[in-house]
């Protein structure tokens, strides 16, 4: 069984989804599903053991060898990947089952844990992956999957945003079809590792160009890059509660994952810097995108809403990382991915529960809630504290790495003005702090109770991992460091 | 002039992909960008056959006394498409059918003046 | 309409290109399903439309710049049907020439398809449950019996003014029942295979229930019936590459079915392309019976 990990880590979700369909009755599917998850998480954490220990593995589906069938790659990169994707997936499915009954029709309930397996399904099958078109195909099957998923909400704004995702995100993966296209036109392969073998030949022309600019557009849609995040904000906003912390955690991460995967594995890192003006572009916009969602954070009504933009800034500073250029920049990118997965999933499910309890997510209905849901108000604080980057948080961790990197890079504007970045986050954690904590509770308006176990649960096992991973840094930034170092050393 | 007659097949395409995207964008009538959006889709499905095709070749049917055949692998990826397309077009139109019955109406700006007074 | 026939365009460039079993495919999906979606959603919506167009000029910009792009990119692309362009040279060939050997099988199509990347086409059978999902828990409403008496009674009396169209339907669709097995299992020799099988059954399907009403064809095909059917489907592509595995080979690698690696091939392709034709035909009517079902619903609210 050992050697079928990697194909099992995909196969599992898909076959449950289908299964769920066979059992029809809700409490059952749920738990079939936390167990499914789990699953998932422990065969990602087999195989990331199996890469360090020996190396890339690699895995033929039907037998037939790449570049003539599929092939599923996976090296320190990927297994770091799955790992997040499945763990988060899995803590999030403790409190779906509370939080979907107050926000999804009961009949709804098994179609719900469907489309969220198939949309694990495709997010892994993006990630461990070696072929172009199989990842478009798998990108699909996430994207619909989460288009319906976000369409769950209550508000009809929610069927608004996603139809918006769904014409912008269709968009996105077109391109991507069409690079895939070309590229196939200019070199024959579907393979990652064959194409990093084929491409050099053919990088000077004019093809591979305007095939690595659809791809990097198409990309950059699904990563929500300023200027093309407009999705974002009212797809995490109106979404279910639950849905929004388990997209929030992996579904941008994945296309980060892919801008990576291409720009190093497949082309390589030279013909991507230097072909279009990637650096200078991604640095740019990464570091407009933190500002223009930080202060538009600010201003926002609705709690979501405001750690939605937040999400937006934070995926700018991913992007900044990435675009250094160097191995510590890299691992910044990698450190971030594996720590805003952690906050944004603690702050969203704190959330959740907030709506859970009060109904709604409206700052001013925060009056007061820091004395009726001290729990939950307290994870909020401390997810606010590591997105601002305090020390002995995993916020630190990755703002210290992408500081240091900037530095080394002698881009000392740019360590300056992620620094600023941060002191805006201040001023929006600070807001929610003020008014649950220094307000009082509206007169006459009902108490609400703290939150259910199977919210608080999940909630401090992430806050706790946030601090944990925020002081014992060794297992995150050796993995991430190590992925980092490969992909500069050469190809997988 | 040889490269004009030789790549004229793929620029017809590209127009085609080209109208299919500015409805999409262009059009605020829900229905409409989707029918621009499956016009942009079923353009680069149109894009890869024409890469597939083989001069002098057939139809990637093995037969007796044929030698020599098109390219079979856009037409596999190709049919995959397809499905996903079609998948995508189901998905929005079920969603507009939602939308409209949430909102009264399919035009965007009319969508974005509601959401707004609500706001 | 003019999906359709854009849809039936493009299914007769791709006869002229030499893709058999796109056109066959395209013609099925995209001028038959699509075109039966935008009908239903339209007579849900309403025909009219404001002509307010909004920025049309940055769209215009945008899809330039686009267009520019993709015209700069051909200039360096080998010429239409240059037998020796990278595309044709690599991984083309083996397929072409060793397929017989390894797979047995005649439609080249069919064996990258199902078996080369049936991967692929394990992916793609998902995409379109997802869509069913999805459009399930989007559409379905719950139904209830007694308004079915009622629409029962309406739709009898519409219904005799198609008399013709009744018996007409009554005896073909056995008939295109019987096609839609044919493809699906002669997509080894010539064009089809599970896709066109399963939009044909499911196409037998709706038109019964267009010309008999949906009530009575509900109660012939029966929702939660189609439902688990979908889901069967998958679970049936999956299991060939369970056992597989269980055989000691890798996911779907058909080789070790069967006592000889062509027979294997044979096997696993068949039951595959019988999983996919199950799940197509099952999202497809899905996806009719959701459209249709909440067209009824503001027909007979107004009531």
Same mark, same amino acid.
């Given at each position: 069984?050992?050697?079928?990990?990697?194909?099992?880590?995909?196969?599992?979700?898909?076959?449950?989804?289908?299964?769920?369909?066979?059992?029809?009755?809700?409490?059952?599917?749920?738990?079939?599903?936390?167990?499914?998850?789990?699953?998932?998480?422990?065969?990602?954490?087999?195989?990331?053991?199996?890469?360090?220990?020996?190396?890339?593995?690699?895995?033929?589906?039907?037998?037939?060898?790449?570049?003539?069938?599929?092939?599923?790659?996976?090296?320190?990169?990927?297994?770091?990947?799955?790992?997040?994707?499945?763990?988060?997936?899995?803590?999030?499915?403790?409190?779906?089952?509370?939080?979907?009954?107050?926000?999804?029709?009961?009949?709804?309930?098994?179609?719900?844990?469907?489309?969220?397996?198939?949309?694990?399904?495709?997010?892994?099958?993006?990630?461990?992956?070696?072929?172009?078109?199989?990842?478009?195909?798998?990108?699909?099957?996430?994207?619909?999957?989460?288009?319906?998923?976000?369409?769950?909400?209550?508000?009809?704004?929610?069927?608004?945003?996603?139809?918006?995702?769904?014409?912008?995100?269709?968009?996105?993966?077109?391109?991507?079809?069409?690079?895939?296209?070309?590229?196939?036109?200019?070199?024959?392969?579907?393979?990652?590792?064959?194409?990093?073998?084929?491409?050099? %030949?053919?990088?000077?022309?004019?093809?591979?160009?305007?095939?690595?600019?659809?791809?990097? +557009?198409?990309?950059?849609?699904?990563?929500?890059?300023?200027?093309?995040?407009?999705?974002?904000?009212?797809?995490?906003?109106?979404?279910?509660?639950?849905?929004?912390?388990?997209?929030?955690?992996?579904?941008?991460?994945?296309?980060?994952?892919?801008?990576?995967?291409?720009?190093?594995?497949?082309? /390589?890192?030279?013909?991507?810097?230097?072909?279009?003006?990637?650096?200078?572009?991604?640095?740019?916009? &990464?570091?407009?995108?933190?500002?223009?969602?930080?202060?538009?954070?600010?201003?926002?009504?609705?709690?979501?809403?405001?750690?939605?933009?937040?999400?937006?800034?934070?995926?700018?500073?991913?992007?900044?990382?990435?675009?250094?250029?160097?191995?510590?920049?890299?691992?910044?990118?990698?450190?971030?991915?594996?720590?805003?997965?952690?906050?944004? &999933?603690?702050?969203?499910?704190?959330?959740?529960?907030?709506?859970?309890?009060?109904?709604?997510?409206?700052?001013?209905?925060?009056?007061?809630?820091?004395?009726?849901?001290?729990?939950?108000?307290?994870?909020?604080?401390?997810?606010?504290?590591?997105?601002?980057?305090?020390?002995?948080?995993?916020?630190?961790?990755?703002?210290?790495?992408?500081?240091?990197?900037?530095? %080394?890079?002698?881009?000392?504007?740019?360590?300056?003005?992620?620094?600023?970045?941060?002191?805006?986050?201040?001023?929006?954690?600070?807001?929610?702090?003020?008014?649950?904590?220094?307000? %009082?509770?509206?007169?006459?308006?009902?108490?609400?109770?703290?939150?259910?176990?199977?919210?608080?649960?999940?909630?401090?096992?992430?806050?706790?991992?946030?601090?944990?991973?925020?002081?014992?840094?060794?297992?995150?930034?050796?993995?991430?460091?190590?992925?980092?170092?490969?992909?500069?050393?050469?190809?997988? | 002039?040889?490269?004009?007659?030789?790549?004229?097949?793929?620029?017809?395409?590209?127009?085609?992909?080209?109208?299919?995207?500015?409805?999409?964008?262009?059009?605020?009538?829900?229905?409409?960008?989707?029918?621009?959006?499956?016009?942009?889709?079923? @353009?680069?499905?149109?894009?890869?056959?024409?890469?597939?095709?083989?001069?002098?070749?057939?139809?990637?049917?093995?037969?007796?006394?044929?030698?020599?055949?098109?390219?079979? *692998?856009?037409?596999?990826?190709?049919?995959?498409?397809?499905?996903?397309?079609?998948?995508?077009?189901?998905?929005?139109?079920?969603?507009?059918?939602?939308?409209?019955?949430?909102?009264?109406?399919?035009?965007?700006?009319?969508?974005?003046?509601? /959401?707004?007074?609500?706001? | 309409?003019?999906?359709?026939?854009?849809?039936?365009? @493009?299914?007769?460039?791709?006869?002229?290109?030499?893709?058999?079993?796109?056109?066959?495919?395209?013609?099925?999906?995209?001028?038959?399903?699509?075109?039966?979606?935008?009908?239903?959603?339209?007579?849900?919506?309403?025909?009219? %439309?404001?002509?307010?167009?909004?920025?049309?000029?940055?769209?215009? +910009?945008?899809?330039?710049?686009?267009?520019?792009?993709?015209?700069?990119?051909?200039?360096?692309?080998?010429?239409?049907?240059?037998?020796?362009?990278?595309?044709?040279?690599?991984?083309?060939?083996?397929?072409?020439?060793?397929?017989?050997?390894?797979?047995? +099988?005649?439609?080249?199509?069919?064996?990258?398809?199902?078996?080369?990347?049936?991967?692929?086409?394990?992916?793609?059978?998902?995409?379109?449950?997802?869509? &069913?999902?999805?459009?399930?828990?989007?559409?379905?409403?719950?139904?209830?019996?007694?308004?079915?008496?009622?629409?029962?009674?309406?739709?009898? @009396?519409?219904?005799?003014?198609?008399?013709?169209?009744?018996?007409?339907?009554?005896?073909?669709?056995?008939?295109?029942?019987?096609?839609?097995?044919?493809?699906?299992?002669?997509?080894?020799?010539?064009?089809?295979?599970?896709?066109?099988?399963?939009?044909?059954?499911?196409?037998?399907?709706?038109?019964?229930?267009?010309?008999?009403?949906?009530?009575?064809?509900?109660?012939?095909?029966?929702?939660?019936?189609?439902?688990?059917?979908?889901?069967?489907?998958? *679970?049936?592509?999956?299991?060939?590459?369970?056992?597989?595995?269980?055989?000691?080979?890798?996911?779907?690698?058909?080789?070790?079915?069967?006592?000889?690696?062509?027979?294997?091939?044979? *096997?696993?392709?068949?039951?595959?392309?019988?999983?996919?034709?199950?799940?197509?035909?099952?999202?497809?009517?899905?996806?009719?019976?959701?459209?249709?079902?909440?067209?009824?619903?503001?027909?007979?609210?107004?009531?």
């Amino acid at each position: 069984m050992l050697t079928h990990l990697p194909i099992l880590q995909v196969i599992v979700p898909l076959m449950a989804a289908a299964l769920c369909l066979i059992l029809r009755h809700p409490r059952l599917v749920w738990m079939f599903t936390l167990s499914m998850s789990g699953l998932t998480f422990l065969i990602s954490a087999a195989l990331l053991q199996q890469v360090v220990t020996s190396g890339t593995i690699i895995y033929e589906l039907g037998g037939w060898e790449a570049p003539w069938g599929i092939e599923y790659r996976i090296d320190l990169l990927n297994a770091y990947l799955l790992l997040i994707i499945s763990a988060m997936s899995t803590v999030v499915l403790i409190a779906a089952q509370t939080s979907i009954e107050n926000e999804i029709p009961k009949d709804r309930h098994v179609l719900f844990y469907i489309l969220y397996l198939l949309s694990l399904t495709g997010m892994l099958g993006i990630v461990a992956t070696g072929d172009v078109f199989n990842v478009f195909v798998f990108l699909e099957i996430s994207s619909l999957s989460a288009y319906a998923l976000i369409a769950m909400g209550k508000d009809r704004r929610a069927l608004w945003a996603a139809y918006q995702y769904l014409i912008m995100g269709t968009i996105g993966a077109t391109f991507i079809l069409i690079a895939v296209g070309l590229i196939y036109q200019m070199t024959g392969t579907l393979n990652m590792a064959d194409l990093a073998e084929r491409l050099p %030949e053919v990088a000077h022309t004019r093809t591979v160009f305007a095939a690595f600019a659809f791809l990097i +557009v198409g990309i950059c849609l699904k990563l929500a890059l300023f200027p093309l995040h407009l999705w974002l904000p009212n797809a995490y906003a109106y979404a279910p509660s639950i849905v929004t912390v388990f997209l929030a955690a992996t579904a941008t991460k994945v296309a980060v994952y892919l801008l990576i995967r291409f720009t190093f594995s497949v082309f /390589d890192l030279s013909f991507s810097f230097t072909t279009l003006p990637l650096q200078t572009l991604f640095v740019i916009l &990464g570091l407009i995108g933190i500002f223009a969602a930080s202060i538009t954070a600010i201003y926002q009504r609705n709690v979501k809403h405001l750690f939605a933009y937040s999400s937006v800034a934070q995926i700018g500073y991913m992007i900044v990382g990435y675009s250094i250029g160097t191995a510590t920049g890299l691992m910044a990118t990698l450190l971030h991915v594996f720590n805003h997965a952690l906050m944004k &999933g603690a702050l969203f499910l704190a959330l959740g529960a907030v709506m859970y309890r009060v109904g709604s997510v409206q700052l001013n209905q925060f009056h007061g809630l820091g004395r009726q849901m001290p729990i939950t108000m307290a994870a909020i604080v401390i997810g606010g504290l590591s997105l601002i980057g305090v020390p002995l948080t995993v916020g630190f961790v990755s703002k210290w790495y992408l500081i240091l990197a900037a530095l %080394e890079n002698g881009w000392w504007p740019v360590a300056v003005l992620i620094l600023l970045g941060s002191l805006l986050a201040i001023v929006y954690v600070w807001r929610i702090v003020e008014v649950a904590y220094f307000r %009082e509770a509206e007169a006459g308006s009902i108490p609400v109770k703290e939150a259910p176990m199977a919210f608080l649960l999940p909630i401090w096992l992430l806050v706790a991992a946030n601090i944990y991973f925020g002081v014992d840094t060794q297992l995150t930034v050796s993995v991430a460091g190590a992925a980092s170092q490969s992909l500069f050393g050469g190809s997988p | 002039m040889m490269m004009m007659i030789g790549l004229y097949n793929y620029w017809v395409v590209m127009v085609l992909m080209m109208i299919g995207l500015y409805i999409v964008i262009a059009h605020g009538n829900l229905i409409k960008k989707i029918v621009g959006l499956n016009i942009f889709q079923t @353009s680069v499905f149109i894009f890869y056959i024409s890469l597939a095709k083989v001069e002098g070749g057939t139809a990637p049917i093995l037969a007796e006394g044929i030698n020599l055949y098109s390219n079979p *692998l856009p037409h596999v990826l190709i049919l995959t498409a397809i499905v996903v397309g079609i998948s995508t077009t189901a998905l929005g139109l079920a969603l507009v059918v939602r939308i409209k019955e949430a909102y009264g109406t399919m035009e965007e700006e009319d969508i974005q003046k509601k /959401d707004n007074q609500e706001c | 309409m003019l999906a359709g026939i854009y849809g039936l365009l @493009s299914a007769c460039l791709f006869i002229t290109m030499d893709a058999v079993d796109v056109a066959f495919t395209e013609a099925s999906v995209g001028a038959g399903i699509a075109t039966l979606l935008m009908l239903t959603t339209i007579a849900m919506t309403g025909r009219t %439309e404001h002509t307010v167009r909004h920025k049309p000029f940055m769209a215009l +910009v945008l899809v330039s710049i686009t267009g520019a792009l993709l015209i700069y990119g051909t200039l360096d692309m080998p010429y239409y049907g240059d037998p020796m362009a990278a595309a044709h040279t690599h991984v083309a060939p083996r397929y072409i020439n060793d397929s017989m050997q390894e797979i047995g +099988v005649d439609n080249i199509v069919t064996s990258v398809l199902a078996s080369y990347r049936a991967f692929d086409t394990f992916g793609e059978v998902v995409v379109i449950f997802t869509a &069913g999902i999805g459009v399930l828990t989007l559409l379905s409403l719950v139904r209830r019996r007694k308004k079915d008496a009622e629409i029962d009674a309406i739709n009898d @009396s519409m219904h005799e003014k198609n008399l013709i169209l009744r018996i007409v339907a009554k005896i073909l669709i056995p008939f295109i029942l019987l096609f839609a097995l044919y493809v699906q299992f002669h997509g080894d020799f010539g064009p089809g295979g599970g896709f066109q099988a399963g939009v044909i059954f499911a196409a037998a399907i709706i038109l019964y229930a267009m010309l008999f009403g949906l009530s009575t064809a509900r109660r012939v095909i029966n929702q939660p019936f189609i439902q688990l059917l979908s889901a069967i489907g998958v *679970l049936i592509y999956g299991c060939v590459g369970v056992v597989s595995m269980l055989s000691g080979a890798n996911f779907l690698d058909y080789d070790v079915l069967a006592g000889d690696p062509v027979a294997g091939q044979h *096997l696993g392709i068949l039951v595959i392309e019988l999983g996919v034709g199950v799940t197509v035909a099952a999202v497809m009517i899905i996806f009719f019976f959701s459209f249709a079902g909440r067209l009824e619903k503001p027909k007979h609210e107004e009531k």
